[in-house]
């Protein structure tokens, strides 16, 4: 059975600082990983997606790198600001049974003060 | 106007009660998920249907039915509602796309249900 962990649980850094999450995965056997982002009262928003046969990908200040024979993903948020202050989560998909199927990781609650 | 909608987004009940969450989306697609979440656990798959007429288990189905009335509509009930059912509700909604390798899900506002 595939467990997703994220460390830490919660982060506390000023407006600025360069941040780092991390992500760790049992089952190396997957089709993609995902960081999504969550806000109070709202669903979750994908942020990056990087599929099984990738490193790393982009978007403006995030970067998310994958390891799949480690079992470890890092998102790497750049120049942190107060509105990056949200639940950040990370989710594999599998193939097999398990396709189409995200199992979540327990997110790291950020917050970025000015 | 969202893409996926969650009604109602929160729902006070009691114990034994029968209760009905809805979800409904615009966005064509052909699968559709319901989670829970509760702190400090992430989210975890209540059951998940891939067309209209696909209905699977998800890992923690028990104390829980759904029903897909349509490709857009996909409903959560719960029979006997109980105190530890006390949690964040999800919808979400995806399309397979290439292979299953670059398909993510789209999630609704949640529904915040809380169990006396």
């Known amino acids: 059975k595939q467990e997703v962990t994220q460390i830490p649980a919660a982060l506390s850094v000023p407006e600025g600082e360069n941040l780092v999450l991390n992500c760790s995965f049992t089952?190396?056997?997957?089709?993609?990983l995902q960081w999504f982002r969550q806000d109070p009262g709202k669903g979750l928003t994908s942020l990056l997606l990087?599929?099984?046969?990738?490193r790393e990908q982009t978007s403006g200040r995030l970067n998310a790198s994958l390891d799949k024979s480690s079992g470890r993903s890092t998102l790497y948020i750049a120049a942190s600001q107060p509105g990056d202050s949200a639940t950040y989560l990370c989710?594999?998909?599998?193939?097999?049974?398990?396709?189409?199927?995200?199992?979540f990781g327990q997110g790291t609650i950020l917050t970025v003060h000015p | 106007d969202a893409d996926v909608t969650q009604t109602p987004r929160n729902r006070i009940t009691k114990t034994g009660k029968r209760i009905m969450l809805e979800c409904s989306q615009t966005?064509?697609?052909?699968?559709m998920y319901w989670y829970r979440q509760d702190p400090g656990l992430g989210l975890r798959l209540i059951y998940y249907?891939?067309?209209?007429?696909?209905?699977n288990k998800g890992e923690i189905s028990d104390g829980y039915s759904v029903s897909r009335q349509a490709q857009a509509k996909f409903s959560l009930s719960l029979e006997s509602a109980i105190p530890n059912q006390t949690a964040l509700y999800f919808c979400?909604?995806?399309?397979?796309?290439?292979?299953?390798?670059?398909?993510?899900?789209?999630f609704g506002p949640g529904t915040r249900l809380l169990v006396l």
């Open positions: 249907s891939f067309d209209v007429k696909d209905i």
């Open positions: 089952d190396s056997a997957i089709y993609n």
């Open positions: 989710a594999v998909s599998a193939g097999g049974t398990s396709y189409g199927k995200l199992t």
């Open positions: 979400a909604t995806s399309a397979p796309g290439q292979g299953g390798w670059k398909e993510t899900q789209y």
């Open positions: 966005k064509g697609h052909d699968r």
């Open positions: 990087i599929q099984s046969s990738q």
